[in-house]
């Protein structure tokens, strides 16, 4: 069998081929290139998808969520509460608005916020501005319990839905419209990928969607007229916007499928050194299938003896990476930490074949 790759880019254009070239030939023939007519349109069908009044498109996930921090009235020196356990993209965005990382571990099993742990550190001598909730992997957090501690506490809750586009709670609500504001990634690999760097922001509130528009242009209230300190230029263009607007009506069959490969793992991998997390609904879009072993390393030496490709999402949790200088060093973790040890990512993604599936199963088993 060819090798099993963790994604496959030329498997998902490859359908669009012939649109997405007419659509970036359109753009290239209309003379508008960036904040266009491509792009209001992108941003009304994804606003409508997510089910709220504004979406914002910006460059890229990171600027998303530190816009999304900014219009949701994060200052220079606030407080913000977000987990520790994804590579860093939440905190890249407190510190670039100036404001301070506070972290939260994560519930045993489930890699998202600790709602209870949040319920603690909010509770502590030095109070938080926000929180960034992240749907890591693709599986909606426990949303119910954070917004009520935030209510509570008086927190905007920024929802990082960089990785859960499409997903649904029991509630029925879409990822991306419950907090204050939500910061989406479009980067090529995410759920819906465009064909380069984008992002935006939702919200369903106008006075938090007119300050994102303002931050992703320099702060202008309008044309070289700068009210807004901290603005920035992020701005998306009118090729991607027309690409992801090509691609946004097949997201939920690729998730449908991303949800049939993740139960098929979890149904099938039956194996007691390797732990599986139960993922049945529409809460979980499988945008990463990841297990948990204490023979991680062994475990993928072995799936890359046969032809398969994983990962570790993600290896070294934020608190300890080195370009803090030893500034987190107080800050104690164990979920986190725990799961930085163990945590392999297996393919998953919508092209891949039954077969392919089938191999990925037949390897872990065979561990
Ligand atoms: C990818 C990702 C981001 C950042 O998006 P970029 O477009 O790469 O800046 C933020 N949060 C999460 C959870 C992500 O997976």
Redesign the pocket.
Known sequence: MTPIPLNDLGRRTSPFREQLAAASDAVVRSGYFVLGPAVANFEREFAGYCGVEHCIGVA??????EIALKSAGVSPGDRVALCAN??M??TSAVIASGAIPCYVDIEPGRSTMDPAELERIASGPDSLRAVIV?H?YGQMADMDAVSACAARHGLSVIE?C??AHGAIDQKGRRAGSIGDAA?F???PT?NLGAIG???AVVTRSERVANLARQYRQYGWAGKYDNRLPGGRNSRLDEIQASFLSIMLPSLDAWNQRRRHIAMRYSREILNSRIDIHPCEGSDYVA?LYVVRSRHRDALKAHLASHGIASDIHYPIPDHRQACHAGRFDDVILHVTDRDSETVLTLPCFPELTDDEVSHVIDACNLF
């Open positions: 890229n996930g990171t600027d998303a969520l994804a590579a993209y939440g992240t890591l990082d960089a990785q910061a990634s479009f980067y995410k760097d984008a992002g945008h």
